[in-house]
């Protein structure tokens, strides 16, 4: 024992070194490290270290996606109640193609005396009630614009959910399930949309088909559930289905999701409780007709045969969704193959335009009340989708930069090393709920606020008012900008607003079961 102790450490180095050149030379599965023993391995390191590299190092403050480091700059500073500005002037190319102009008027918006935003300068209500038109019987209007998209318990860890559910109480935004169900996790103060998608997690029967007694008691027994929203699709993967792998799978997520322990969750590409647009409306209607709570779905958008169909029959039998969610096919927190994120549907604003456009024709918009989501969590991406015909924005990554995550992009990994899309115990215990809440509650209310800004630069008072014509788009190349209005071709139809008071005052604002100061 002494003679070792005695031996150089240097020598110990060596001999490992020594083994590992063994080991690469008389190895067949890495070329690269049997032709070049141990200076190989710095290939595969530099490799697996190349996308931290070029986020801190090599990139621009504008290059980067999915979101650039002035966007994720932008969101830290918010949710920290940091100072948010940017001095000496754009550093954005304002001729690219696809740039955005919002229009201010001369003189700006000024609120009357006691007017709602004078007084608390981020409460933005919904200017739409949902369900109205189908005079359900608790229809709802969120008391907030910008809210959290739906991101189930199990992609995201436990402590984010509560991070997140907290911060929506405070901010008094709703908060979606995603399609993982309803968890404790999610009961600390928020509206809460019950978001449900093929595998039924939540409302399933034993055989995995949808039960409807469940769904009836599961809104009486959490009344905070305002509204049920229906998965066809998903922007990450459209038409494909899921799955949450046994990794991800802890006891208390199969028992929320009535699934089995230790087994790869799937959830198929089709539902089993309809098969065809005219059964899926009946669908909606039967749980709205069960439950009393506003219903709709969730889509990405490819061709449109099936919604020219749907829209159809809701102008004959005066039926259909409360709500509409149109998700970007830009590809968000579900892991998918890389073909579904990067080809598969259509981007936020040719998806919305079309959609729109064919309920603008026929005369439907104001029956439904359409949510945007896709990268839509700042200013003036929020305040293009309500020019576009957006009544609300859910917001995803956003979201989940705002209490911590790094764009690390390895969501389906389990190895989140912010805590954020994890199940490991070790990597959550980074995350503090009571600090993290609060840094949600400052984005969603810095969100607002600046929408609310910009809108009274344009001369309105609620971001509803925005138009077609609000909004120039840069042509790039040929030297000149065009409203929305003549990109896409539609109007947008005007929504029914008098005042801001006269949302607040709404008896079906949300926002009840936040926990009182």
Sequence with gaps: MESLAAFPWWAWVLIGLFLVALRDVFQRKHAISHNYPIVGHLRYLLEKIGPELRQYIVANNREELPFNRSQRSWIYASSKKENNYQGFGTDQDQNAPGFIFINPTMIPLKLAAGHPNLINNNILPCAKLMGEFNRRKRPYRPKSVINISAMSYGSLSAKAIESLNKGAAKAGCYHNTGEGSLSKHHQHGSDIIFHFGTGYFGVRDDEGNFSMDKMVKLTQEFPQIRAIEVKLSQGAKPGKGGVLPASKITKEIAEIRHVKLGEDVLSPANHTAFSNIPEMLSFIEDIAESTGLPVGFKSAVGKLEMWEEMTNLMLKTGKGPDFITIDGGEGGTGAAPPAFANHVALPFVYAFAAIYKIFERKGLT????????????????????????????????????????????????????????????????????????????????????????????????????????????????????????????????????????????????????????
Aim: glycine share 8%; charged share 20%; with cysteine.
């Design 366 to 517: 104001g029956r439904v009340v359409f949510i945007a989501s896709g990268k839509l969590g700042f200013p003036s991406s929020s305040l293009m989708a309500f020019a576009m015909g957006a009544d609300l924005i859910n917001v995803a990554r956003e979201a989940m930069m705002s209490i911590g995550c790094i764009q690390a992009q390895v969501c389906h990994t389990n190895t989140c090393p912010a805590g954020v899309a994890t199940q490991k115990k070790w990597l959550q215990n980074g995350i503090d709920p009571t600090l993290k809440s609060e840094r949600f509650a400052n984005f969603a209310k810095t969100l607002r606020k600046e929408i609310l800004e910009i809108s009274h630069a344009a001369g309105y008072e609620h971001p509803c008012q925005m138009t077609m014509t609000d909004v120039d788009m840069s042509m790039g190349d040929n030297n000149y900008t065009t409203t929305l209005e003549e990109v896409y071709k539609y109007k947008k139809t005007p929504v029914g607003f008098s005042n801001m008071q006269s949302l607040i005052d709404c008896e079906h604002l949300g926002g009840q079961h936040a926990p009182k100061s």
